[in-house]
Nanobody, 125 residues
Framework: QVQLVESGGGLVQAGGSLRLSCVDS????????MGWFRQPPGKEREFVAA????????YYADSVKGRFTISRDNAKNTVYLQMNSLKPEDTAVYYC??????????????????WGQGTQVTVSS
């Protein structure tokens, strides 16, 4: 099993930026992709972005396209989420996830089997 540790959340004003990081300390098995999900207050968890370890194929939710960028550093087993032009509706707990099942379109949470503890992102108006 993998161990995911997230960091980078905080409080920012609308229009500001944050960069989230997630380190995968797992060493035993390979994984297909890493992803970011978020859960706004009182709402269900939703997909944000994903990236494959081999090839670096990226996927984004329509709500964040053009504002968020997902990237990875394979040598460090780390994935990042650069968030620009933040809006109050981006306020949520953000979760990092790792998965082994391959996919060719926007993945649901069912494609991921390991999750981080979550980091709070709050955007004020």
């Amino acid at each position: 099993q993998v161990q995911l540790v997230e960091s980078g959340g905080g409080l920012v004003q609308a229009g500001g930026s944050l960069r989230l990081s997630c380190v995968d300390s797992g060493r035993t098995f390979s994984r297909y992709a890493m992803g970011w999900f978020r859960q706004p207050p009182g709402k269900e968890r939703e997909f944000v972005a994903a990236i494959t370890w081999i090839g670096g194929r990226t996927y984004y939710a329509d709500s964040v396209k053009g504002r968020f960028t997902i990237s990875r550093d394979n040598a460090k087993n780390t994935v990042y989420l650069q968030m620009n032009s933040l809006k109050p509706e981006d306020t949520a707990v953000y979760y990092c996830a790792a998965g082994h099942r391959p996919f060719t379109s926007t993945p649901s949470s069912g494609f991921f089997d390991s999750w981080g503890q979550g980091t709070q992102v709050t955007v004020s108006s």
